[in-house]
């Protein structure tokens, strides 16, 4: 299984609406990412989990918020988004970090903030 | 500051011909280069990678060359097919340090798309 799952495919949310983005990769990756991508644009790193714990924050506003409850699963929450955070949301595993190993990325979420 | 250029927007190729995807770089820090290949509506894939201490590394159709003096790296497919119509990312890594952690950082080009016609 060299997958990672990510649902919702689609998300579309008001600005005053809570809600979560879910990744699941079952390859023993201990190092898990979010990323986010604007049409036409590359993919730019929000956050670096390693070993279930988060090492990097690329100064990502706090309403966006993540969370890694086990070695398998990355959430990302998400609360009081504006219209400008409407992306492409990819979440992508590795084997370790520090590592200059390829990512395996999921299909993304749409997300549109209406 | 884009570090990471791939100057090309879209390259259109016959079936059979070669497709050439060129990517340059600034940042002499990056050690590890990686293409990946990304259909509509699906995440980035890995396609192949590539060293700094090395020129060139091939694998099947696809080789990827690294011209480190001039900070270029490039990418051929031969021959190319109508499967390989896909955005082709360019990214680079480099290790950086954080409160004490240091981890593998990728900083993607903006993408080629390219279009194999039968």
């Known amino acids: 299984d060299t997958e990672v799952t990510q649902t919702p495919k689609h998300l579309v949310m008001g600005m005053t609406n809570k809600k979560s983005l879910k990744c699941e990769q079952h390859?023993?990756?201990?190092?898990m990412y979010w990323y986010k991508q604007k049409a036409k644009k590359p993919p730019e790193l929000m956050f670096v989990y390693s070993y279930e714990k988060l090492s990097i924050n690329e100064s990502v506003p706090s309403r966006f918020s993540p969370e890694c409850p086990n070695s398998s699963l990355l959430n990302l929450h998400l609360h009081a988004l504006q219209p400008e955070d409407s992306a492409l949301y990819l979440c992508?595993?590795?084997?370790?970090?520090?590592?200059?190993?390829?990512?395996?990325f999921g299909s993304g979420t749409q997300l549109s903030v209406l | 500051d884009q570090q990471v250029k791939q100057n090309s927007p879209s390259l259109s190729v016959q079936e059979g011909r070669i497709s050439i995807l060129n990517c340059d770089y600034t940042?002499?820090?990056?050690?590890?280069f990686l293409w990946y290949k990304k259909y509509p509506a699906e995440g980035p894939t890995f396609l192949i990678s590539?060293?700094?201490?090395?020129d060139k590394n091939e694998d099947g159709r696809f080789t990827v060359f690294l011209n480190k003096s001039a900070k270029h790296l490039s990418l051929h497919i031969v021959p190319s097919q109508p499967g390989d119509s896909a955005v082709y990312f360019c990214a680079a890594s480099a290790l950086y340090n954080a409160g004490g952690t240091s981890y593998g950082k990728l900083t993607f080009g903006q993408g080629t798309i390219l279009t194999v016609h039968p």
């Open positions: 590539i060293s700094s201490i090395k």
């Open positions: 390859m023993g990756h201990r190092a």
């Open positions: 992508a595993s590795s084997r370790v970090v520090p590592t200059n190993e390829k990512l395996f």
């Open positions: 940042n002499s820090m990056f050690d590890y």
